[in-house]
């Protein structure tokens, strides 16, 4: 893959030229920043995380809308944020018959940044967004190589949910395996002209392998195959892929027959990927050509399709997940449950004792929350890239092809949705596709501009009083962990008046007079809490442990009808 630079023109080439270099460094870091910025806050799961990422965005947007000369985006652009503002609309449309109108809010939060990210890199010049993207890329590389430094340096921790998978920062090990994905590719197709990037390629590798991602590693494989198969040199990459591959199964090899339950063990894990990531560049290429590159690509395929057999038969409770969220589609087929509520379905209908916020795979929790017709608006999003793909030429498209195509197979097993910072990254790799078409472009108009401002500002309104509100219910926790119940009181009272949808500052509320013994006062926030969120079987718990008599019975039957497994225990 060959980097792109800005020409010089005019009479001041050289000067231009340093601005041009300035300008792409400068992106290149902001790239790169946002994503271990997001990456060290748990990958954006955090409701503040959202706010800040969507009010960044969306003033990127409105400043671009605004200033930017000859804004002009192609048709298979306006056709992308169209549906992503689309999806937004209907997930915000849903509020109106949802079963939880507080997690309905949230994922409209959540949904808003995607949008906005999707907004803000079309608008961006050709050259720029390349520029971005390879800080993007770069950024994912030393967030992973930080994380794996860090998880073979230090003392095995064993973790409830993780065991002792590599998972900090983003707290779970499948979101760094699609992660480590999504770089990949990128990093391969450098390594092919610059051998010194195998070193990172070997590293991502030992990345995926000590977070155990099957669905990741299946999409690496279909990844691959896109890759070679689409790029200009297909010798050139399947030499690459030998180089990387021999110190990386080694590297592998090393870690299985060691371990990481011991520190000894770890940091000899970490010896063998430093050596593994400094042979890789020395390691020879031997260069098949073109024809026999491609016919192994081929012949790679059946493996591929194995790979997805082995995948769909090692499930686990995804099962019961995916079953839990086809009943609650057929129990509203056209615009499902309302956005962000399969929780709600899968308390009422889970056939084991599992908690569980997402299906595990993002098109049938579309399905279930959204409907056909939200599934409908999403596969299309998810389609307009690749299609805009098949249109075009341009080779040094192949790498980031091959990443979304990844993205895509992965979330059909994790909840890639509820991490900004890997669905983010995807959808940047697909707008790169569809502004790559070559098709030509539309231009801007005064009246285009003017809409596209004024829809920035209503969302980045939105997006700053959810953050404010939400900023307060973190700190009003944080203030109850620290035993100041009058503080936290203070700010749940602030967050409920940005948040008067929410039930988490009367829940917090209700936690801190408790805590001040305030009974009567506790008791009135948990009702409040309830009111809010009828569906949240765990709020009527609280309920019933408030009340007496008659007002506890009800709740208590509200939580059992609400989440029928409760009472089996």
């Not at 954006?44 to 002009?72: C, D, K, N």
């Not at 000899?268 to 590159?293: E, H, K, M």
């Not at 999003?381 to 895509?408: G, H, I, N, Q, W």
């Not at 009181?489 to 008067?500: G, K, N, S």
Request: a positive charge; hydrophobic letters at 55%; aromatic letters at 8%.
């Amino acid at each position: 893959m060959t980097g792109i630079g800005i020409e010089a023109e005019g009479p001041f080439g050289p000067s231009a030229a340093w601005v041009g270099s300035a300008r792409a460094a400068a992106l290149s870091c902001a790239g790169a920043g946002g994503v271990l910025i997001l990456g060290v806050f748990h990958g954006g799961f955090a409701p503040t995380a959202w706010g800040i990422s969507a009010v960044a965005a969306l003033w990127l947007t409105a400043m671009l809308a605004t200033f930017r000369m000859g804004v002009a985006v192609t048709r298979g652009g306006l056709a992308l944020v169209a549906l992503a503002v689309a999806y937004v609309s209907w997930s915000a449309a849903s509020a109106a018959w949802t079963l939880s109108v507080p997690r309905t809010m949230f994922e409209i939060e959540r949904d808003l940044v995607y949008a906005s990210v999707v907004a803000v890199a079309l608008l961006l010049p050709r050259p720029d967004l390349w520029h971005a993207v390879y800080g993007v890329v770069a950024g994912l590389v030393a967030l992973l190589a930080g994380a794996v430094a860090v998880y073979l340096a230090s003392a095995p921790v064993f973790d409830a949910t993780q065991g002792y998978l590599l998972s900090r920062p983003l707290g779970y090990a499948n979101a760094l395996g699609v992660l480590a994905v999504l770089a990949l590719p990128p990093t391969l197709a450098q390594a092919a002209t610059r051998r010194s990037a195998s070193a990172a390629a070997v590293v991502l590798l030992a990345v995926l392998f000590l977070t155990h991602n099957r669905s990741a590693a299946l999409g690496l494989a279909l990844a691959l195959v896109v890759w070679v198969g689409r790029t200009e040199e297909p010798g050139a990459a399947a030499a690459t892929l030998f180089a990387v591959a021999v110190p990386a199964c080694g590297t592998c090899l090393v870690i299985g027959l060691l371990g990481v339950d011991t520190r000894a063990h770890r940091l000899l894990d970490g010896a063998a990927i430093a050596a593994a990531a400094a042979i890789a560049p020395f390691v020879p290429r031997p260069l098949p050509s073109a024809v026999v590159a491609r016919r192994a690509t081929l012949a790679a395929l059946p493996a591929v399709a194995l790979g997805a057999v082995f995948a769909a038969t090692k499930l686990g409770d995804r099962v019961y997940y995916w079953r839990a969220a086809w009943h609650a589609f057929r129990m509203h087929a056209l615009a499902g449950s309302g956005a962000g509520t399969f929780d709600v379905e899968w308390f009422r209908y889970r056939e084991v004792a599992r908690t569980v916020r997402d299906a595990h795979n993002l098109y049938l929790t579309t399905l279930a929350e959204l409907g056909i017709v939200g599934l409908v608006l999403l596969l299309a999003l998810l389609a307009t890239p690749l299609v805009c793909a098949r249109r075009t030429r341009d080779t040094r498209l192949a790498p980031f092809l091959a990443s979304y195509c990844a993205f895509l197979v992965h979330a059909a097993f994790e909840w890639d949705w509820k991490f900004p910072l890997v669905t983010g990254v995807a959808l940047v790799m697909g707008v790169m596709l569809v502004a790559s078409t070559g098709a030509t472009p539309v231009q801007f108009g005064r009246g285009a501009r003017t809409a596209a401002v004024g829809i920035a500002v209503v969302a980045g309104a939105f997006a700053l009083v959810t953050l404010a509100g939400n900023s307060r219910v973190a700190t009003a926790e944080h203030r109850l962990a620290a035993g100041d119940a009058v503080g936290a009181a203070a700010a749940a009272e602030q967050a409920r008046r940005y948040l008067p949808w929410s039930s988490e500052p009367w829940i917090v509320l209700a936690d801190a007079e408790g805590r001040s013994g305030d009974i009567a006062a506790a008791r009135v926030a948990l009702r409040a809490a309830a009111q809010r969120d009828t569906h949240d079987w765990g709020v009527w718990i609280r309920v019933a442990a408030s009340e007496h008599g008659p007002a506890r019975a009800t709740a208590i039957r509200r939580a059992f009808a609400l989440n029928p497994l409760l009472a089996r225990r």
